[in-house]
């Protein structure tokens, strides 16, 4: 029996047993839970994949790598904004931001830089994306265009990396 099949099958035993005068509290509440079960929308195919960037990204920063039930729930929010945010629209994309976010964490100015957990990442996702792609103050901004700039310059005169003052052939 599927779950719409179960919560069809219990309306009209509800609807029943109110004729009989019997007592449906218990199964009111009953019915009630499964509605809300029905609901529920699966999470993203990449859930797992992204927890697991999530639980690997906090073990690089020293802490221990828990999620709990919120933090599961607040992925999901996470992966959902970001799949409605994304050009692409897609599962995979909104992974791929995820990723993104974790890898370029040191752009997201101190305040947002300590809010680790999923919940705070939740809740703050526009501010770190804006914080990430515009620096989180105006000379960490600044900083991002000169190294565009020198990118840019890299690439169209063919440079190699330098260090030191010593181009690297």
């Given at each position: 029996m599927t779950l719409k099949e179960e919560i069809k099958w219990l309306d009209s035993y509800i609807k029943k047993m109110v004729k009989a005068g019997s007592?449906?509290?218990v199964l009111r509440s009953i019915q009630t839970r499964l509605k809300r079960l029905d609901k529920?929308?699966?999470p993203s195919p990449f859930h797992s994949q992204a927890i697991g960037l999530y639980k690997e990204w906090l073990r690089?920063?020293?802490l221990p790598?828990?999620?709990d039930a919120r933090g599961g729930n607040a992925m999901k929010e996470i992966l959902k904004k970001l799949k409605e945010a994304s050009n692409a629209r897609t599962d995979e994309a909104a992974l791929a931001s995820f990723a993104a976010i974790l890898k370029h964490w040191d752009k997201v100015g101190d305040?947002?830089?300590?809010?680790?957990?999923?919940?705070d990442i939740n809740e703050k996702l526009l501010e770190i994306i804006d914080k990430i792609?515009?620096?989180a103050n105006k000379q960490s901004s600044s900083n991002m265009e000169a190294v565009q700039v020198y990118d840019r310059l890299r690439n169209k005169?063919?440079?190699g990396d330098v260090k030191d003052g010593q181009m690297d052939t």
């Open positions: 007592e449906v509290v529920k929308e699966p690089s920063q020293s790598d828990i999620v305040y947002l830089a300590k809010k680790k957990s999923l919940t792609r515009n620096g005169y063919n440079y």
